[in-house]
């Protein structure tokens, strides 16, 4: 199978990428408390834009400060924010890469709150399951100002020059608790049936080409099939296949561009990222959040002692026991049978062939990649010279993911690197160049 293929441009309506290789978001937390950007935010994206992807997709940008994740993400939500992602769209066009925003709105699935709002928005008033974290009902006015936030944001990043816009409709933040049977039991025009549940996805879409007209790239990034049963077999299914295909169907009648395909309903999910708990690293960092939910602290309980944390950690792996590059490929091609956009697929992809074959065979047109990028920020220079795999590939530990909760995101596992001292340098070489520098 020749590699080929991953280096043909990939032509969507208004926008060419250079090759079928994206960096997938990946959000640290590299910036100021208020959501504005830093030189470090800079310093992350480019380690990927020099590796050689065709496109960025940015690390969620909250639309709104009640909608973030974790403090310290850079925001898309006031004009005030534009200077910060121009820079980093110039510094990242300089690589012959493209930087497309993505929009975000965390709803009930915060890992931290912060210190603005003590209660996400969401679909529904019911706790989120795993952390036990609160959260209000969204009414329709809080629901029709943000949808006009998402445009806002989407301005904005048109302003600052950004080649497009991905909405952030997957992974159990606010549209998948919309859009999910499983989580939202409204009894109004956005809950009930599908065509209810997708309106504020459809909304978005709407208000987005209203306010930067068809020629902006804008794609969607969705959970083809929520896996709500995935950890627990006693928790609700959620969204089958068959309703995101037709959700995609709409979604591309209202003007969506591409289709970015995820799984799972909540952040983490035992399908995204796929591969391990590395309950030492959990243990560590999970107190960070005990005063969060109501289930935190019973959480930390599970995590640090034997044998609930081993029964834990098995029931976790188990989905991806069989297959984490390219766990999504299966989902992706019936999305991508369904619609006449380019489809690009996430999940586990850091072997050449493995994509080359993917998108030979029609299952995407291109890939979308996290951590194996973080473990090889030039992943496609070495496919590009003719290596299939680079030679300490990502190990799907997912200690990348748990660390960055309270420490800097890079690669943690130490197996990876000659020496502990190695591990920490590679981490730390985000902060270079420092946000001052002498003259
Ligand atoms: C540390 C970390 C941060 C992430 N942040 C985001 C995010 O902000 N938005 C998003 O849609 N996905 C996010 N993801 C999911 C990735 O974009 C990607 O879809 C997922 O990790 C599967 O791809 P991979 O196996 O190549 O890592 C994140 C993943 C990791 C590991
Ligand atoms: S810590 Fe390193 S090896 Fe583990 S998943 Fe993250 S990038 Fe991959």
Not at 19 to 31: I, P, T
Not at 62 to 73: A, D, E, K, S, T
Not at 181 to 187: T, V
């Given at each position: 199978?020749?590699?080929?293929?991953?280096?043909?441009?990939?032509?969507f309506?208004n926008l060419t990428v250079k090759?079928?290789?994206?960096?997938?978001?990946?959000?640290?937390?590299?910036?100021?408390?208020?959501?504005?950007g830093?030189?470090?935010h800079i310093?992350?994206d480019l380690?990927?834009a020099?590796?050689?992807?065709g496109a960025i997709i940015s690390?969620?940008a909250?639309?709104?400060?009640?909608?973030?994740?974790?403090?310290?993400?850079a925001h898309i939500?006031r004009d005030e924010t534009v200077p910060f992602w121009r820079e980093l769209v110039q510094r990242v066009h300089e690589h012959d890469c493209k930087y497309i925003v993505q929009l975000?709105?965390?709803?009930?699935?915060?890992?931290?709150?912060?210190?603005?709002?003590?209660?996400?928005?969401?679909?529904?008033?019911?706790?989120?399951?795993?952390?036990?974290?609160?959260?209000?009902?969204?009414?329709?006015?809080?629901?029709?100002?943000?949808?006009?936030?998402?445009?806002q944001g989407a301005r904005r990043a048109r302003e600052a020059g950004a080649d497009g816009v991905e909405?952030?409709?997957?992974?159990?933040?606010?549209?998948?608790?919309?859009?999910?049977?499983?989580?939202?039991?409204?009894?109004?025009?956005?809950?009930?049936?599908?065509?209810?549940?997708?309106?504020?996805?459809?909304?978005?879409?709407?208000?987005i080409?209203?306010e930067v007209g068809?020629d902006f790239h804008l794609q969607?990034?969705?959970?083809?099939?929520?896996?709500?049963?995935?950890?627990?077999?006693?928790?609700?299914?959620?969204?089958?296949?068959?309703?995101?295909?037709?959700?995609?169907?709409?979604?591309?009648?209202?003007?969506?561009?591409?289709?970015?395909?995820?799984?799972?309903?909540?952040?983490?999910?035992?399908?995204?990222?796929?591969?391990?708990?590395?309950?030492?690293?959990?243990?560590?960092?999970?107190?960070?959040?005990?005063?969060?939910?109501?289930?935190?602290?019973?959480?930390?309980?599970?995590?640090?002692?034997?044998?609930?944390?081993?029964?834990?950690?098995?029931?976790?792996?188990?989905?991806?026991?069989?297959?984490?590059?390219?766990?999504?490929?299966?989902?992706?091609?019936?999305?991508?049978?369904?619609?006449?956009?380019?489809?690009?697929?996430?999940?586990?992809?850091?072997?050449?062939?493995?994509?080359?074959?993917?998108?030979?065979?029609?299952?995407?047109?291109?890939?979308?990649?996290?951590?194996?990028?973080?473990?090889?920020?030039?992943?496609?220079?070495?496919?590009?010279?003719?290596?299939?795999?680079?030679?300490?590939?990502?190990?799907?530990?997912?200690?990348?993911?748990?660390?960055?909760?309270?420490?800097?995101?890079?690669?943690?596992?130490?197996?990876?690197?000659?020496?502990?001292?190695?591990?920490?340098?590679?981490?730390?070489?985000?902060?270079?160049?420092?946000?001052?520098?002498?003259?």
């Open positions: 199978m020749s590699a080929s293929v991953i280096f043909e441009p990939l032509q309506r090759n079928r290789v994206f960096r997938s978001s990946l959000a640290g937390r590299f910036n100021n408390y208020d959501g504005t830093t030189q470090i310093n992350w380690k990927f020099r590796g050689g992807v690390s969620n909250p639309v709104h400060p009640r909608g973030l994740i974790v403090p310290n993400y939500d975000a709105f965390s709803g009930r699935q915060r890992d931290l709150g912060g210190i603005q709002f003590e209660k996400g928005w969401s679909s529904t008033d019911k706790q989120e399951p795993i952390h036990g974290l609160e959260c209000e009902r969204m009414t329709i006015p809080q629901i029709k100002d943000l949808v006009q936030r998402f445009a909405i952030h409709g997957c992974n159990g933040y606010l549209i998948t608790q919309f859009l999910s049977a499983a989580i939202n039991d409204r009894k109004d025009e956005y809950g009930g049936s599908l065509e209810n549940r997708a309106r504020f996805a459809l909304e978005t879409v709407r208000a080409r209203a068809r969607f990034k969705i959970s083809a099939v929520d896996y709500g049963n995935d950890l627990f077999f006693w928790w609700s299914k959620g969204t089958t296949l068959e309703e995101s295909i037709q959700v995609c169907k709409w979604l591309e009648e209202e003007g969506v561009d591409a289709f970015h395909v995820s799984s799972g309903n909540s952040f983490p999910h035992p399908r995204n990222p796929a591969g391990d708990f590395p309950l030492d690293d959990v243990v560590r960092g999970y107190d960070t959040m005990i005063s969060s939910g109501s289930h935190t602290f019973r959480n930390y309980l599970i995590f640090r002692f034997w044998p609930l944390n081993a029964i834990f950690r098995w029931l976790w792996r188990r989905p991806s026991r069989d297959r984490i590059e390219g766990i999504n490929l299966r989902d992706c091609r019936a999305v991508k049978d369904a619609v006449s956009v380019p489809v690009l697929c996430t999940g586990g992809f850091q072997t050449a062939s493995v994509v080359a074959a993917a998108i030979e065979r029609g299952d995407c047109d291109g890939v979308t990649i996290g951590r194996p990028l973080i473990a090889n920020n030039d992943l496609v220079l070495l496919w590009q010279s003719g290596a299939d795999r680079p030679p300490r590939p990502c190990t799907y530990s997912n200690k990348c993911l748990i660390n960055q909760i309270e420490n800097p995101l890079g690669c943690y596992e130490q197996s990876r690197f000659d020496s502990h001292e190695e591990m920490i340098e590679q981490v730390l070489s985000v902060y270079d160049p420092p946000q001052f520098r002498s003259p």
